[in-house]
Nanobody, 115 residues
Framework: QVQLVESGGGLVQDGDSLRLSCVVS????????VKWYRQAPGKERELVAR???????TYADFVKGRFTSSRDNAKNTAYLQMNSLKPEDTAVYYC?????????WGLGTQVTVSS
């Protein structure tokens, strides 16, 4: 079965950086786009970035210039490099694949940015 496992979250200070990873198993990773979402307490889940199977990435306006999405298809892994983190980036971050109209999610990784 398809499984996604995020890692790399943590507690950092305003202005710091983190790199999240999403390891995917059970499917042909290179065939699918990977999306990164986040959900802050009391808020809806929102799309942060999307990277195609070929590596073309797009970003939400609120992270443009600070976050970079990449992937290593040989390692079945997607990454989200987050620089210049702000307290408002505090959330649980999830990776997602849409395969045959079905969404697959990891359990998420907590990112907390203190001011």
């Amino acid at each position: 079965q398809v499984q996604l496992v995020e890692s790399g979250g943590g507690l950092v200070q305003d202005g710091d950086s983190l790199r999240l990873s999403c390891v995917v198993s059970g499917t042909i990773f290179s065939a699918y786009a990977v999306k990164w979402y986040r959900q802050a307490p009391g808020k809806e889940r929102e799309l942060v970035a999307r990277i195609s199977g070929g590596g073309f990435a797009t970003y939400a306006d609120f992270v443009k210039g600070r976050f970079t999405s990449s992937r290593d298809n040989a390692k079945n892994t997607a990454y989200l490099q987050m620089n210049s983190l702000k307290p408002e980036d505090t959330a649980v971050y999830y990776c997602n694949l849409l395969i045959n109209r079905k969404d697959y999610w990891g359990l998420g990784t907590q990112v907390t940015v203190s001011s």
